[in-house]
């Protein structure tokens, strides 16, 4: 992860942070220190809240909510389509990290959907041939807003 790269957090990070893990923990604060931009899915949002906490309200006060946009759920459902066993939670995870460039951080490990999770956060990025599919995208997105 660069200096000027951003995060986006999924249900794994939040709960990650929610128990208190070290490790989660030092990246957020890292990330906070360097002014890293840090956003969590609507979506993600709606998977972790179990209600009102303190602690819940201060990590969602500190970082960006992304709102839900039709380009976001294009680009999340043609993730769908071609990656077999992917949620579509984890779809707009990836959609909307790969539109911004950047990493996504997890606890549900790398990509491999058959591995267990981990008990502490990583980074994981965007999957292969992700960056010319966002490329597209992103020229037709901005195809589209110019009409």
Known sequence: MNDS???????GMLVAL?????????????LRERGAPVTIPTPVLGEWWRGRTDLREAICASVRIEPLTASVAR?????LAALSGATTIDAFV???AAL?????????????????????????TRPPGAQAATEERRASVCRASKT
């Open 5 to 11: 790269q951003g995060a986006t957090f999924d249900t």
């Open 18 to 30: 929610e128990r208190r893990k070290k490790r989660a923990w030092d990246l957020y604060r890292r």
């Open 75 to 79: 680009l999340a459902g043609e993730a």
């Open 94 to 96: 990836m959609a909307g």
């Open 100 to 124: 911004r460039g950047d990493v996504v951080l997890t606890s549900a490990g790398p990509t491999n959907a058959n591995r267990p999770p981990l008990a502490e956060p990583c980074c994981c």
